[in-house]
């Protein structure tokens, strides 16, 4: 199959808007954007650059060919230059990816995931990883690997309070991390371009890793699931759900929600037209109007009840 280069390609073209509703949500937070930025100056970029070097087996074309291959290939489709490091790191027993480094993008995948998948299913994890590198959202996902850490610390030496504060924003964070996959997974199926293979990827990441268990009965019924779940009403959600939710989005791969979010992409006719280079001009304006309410309303009138 030849698989076309999207040259030029911009994430507005592809980004979702739960996406980029939960992100403005969350940079209304009064000082959040400068929180970020000084949490990672004072060096949570260089502490995951040093696990991820010194930890992880760096993938060239020497020591594991396919798999760099198929990375190299998945950066040219979607156009993410330089290319970044890729790392091979320990077993955990499910498929594992990350990505770090604000300034300098590193891409880390597990055993599982090297062994588990095929090469065009590799092509849709590394376009979903990469999906962080073009849409910037790797301030965002550093913060939440250590906020946790930097919540318990501040609620030893200020008698809870500032643990409080940063539960707050936890949860907020994790909010947008969800939506934030959803934009991921677009961008992995034009890395990809086979919904059969994004598809089965999905299920491999639900915890299905063998081949023997993916019968086009058990596909078919995964389709179906996946259709029937109704994403429509993720907005409306009661805060608490919200909370209970999202706040295991590490270890859960919502593989059925994610799945019907990007098959009503696809079936919308959008994913066509932006992998034909004819960009729906919705997206962009999307895009402007969250981007000027963001700017446009005060950050004091943010809730975190009600403004996301």
Not at 10 to 21: I, L, M, Q
Not at 149 to 178: D, K, M, V
């Amino acid at each position: 199959m030849t698989r076309k280069i999207l040259t030029e390609l911009k994430s507005g073209a592809y980004e979702h808007p739960f996406d980029r509703k939960a992100l403005a949500s969350l940079e209304k937070m009064p000082g959040i954007s400068l929180l970020f930025k000084k949490i990672n100056e004072y060096g949570v970029d260089r502490l995951l650059r040093i696990q991820c070097t010194g930890n992880d087996i760096q993938v060239t074309s020497r020591n594991f060919p396919e798999l760099h291959s198929a990375f190299v290939e998945t950066c040219q489709i979607l156009d993410v230059t330089p290319l970044p490091k890729l790392y091979l790191f320990r077993g955990t027993g499910n498929i594992q990816t990350y990505t770090v480094g604000v300034e300098n993008p590193y891409v880390g995948i597990n055993l599982e995931g090297m062994e588990w998948l095929s090469y065009q299913e590799w092509l849709f994890l590394f376009g979903h990883e990469l999906a962080h590198i073009k849409s910037r959202h790797l301030l965002y996902h550093q913060v939440a690997y250590v906020l946790p850490l930097l919540g318990n610390l501040l609620a030893s030496t200020t008698l809870g309070f500032g643990g409080l504060a940063t539960h707050g924003i936890q949860l907020a964070l994790s909010n947008w991390l969800i939506m934030a996959r959803f934009t991921a997974d677009r961008a992995g199926l034009l890395a990809c371009q086979d919904t059969a293979i994004a598809t089965t990827a999905l299920m491999k990441l639900s915890g299905l890793p063998n081949n023997e268990y993916l019968t086009p009965t058990v596909i078919d019924d995964f389709l179906t699931q996946a259709r029937n779940f109704n994403t429509d009403g993720l907005d409306k959600f009661d805060k608490f759900t919200k909370m209970l939710s999202f706040m295991e989005y590490r270890y859960s791969s919502w593989a059925v929600m994610r799945t019907s979010e990007l098959l009503k992409w696809v079936e919308s006719g959008d994913y066509e037209k932006v992998l034909e280079g004819d960009i729906p001009v919705h997206q962009a304006e999307i895009s402007e109007v969250l981007s000027n309410e963001s700017s446009e309303q005060s950050s004091e009138n943010w809730n975190f009840l009600s403004s996301w």
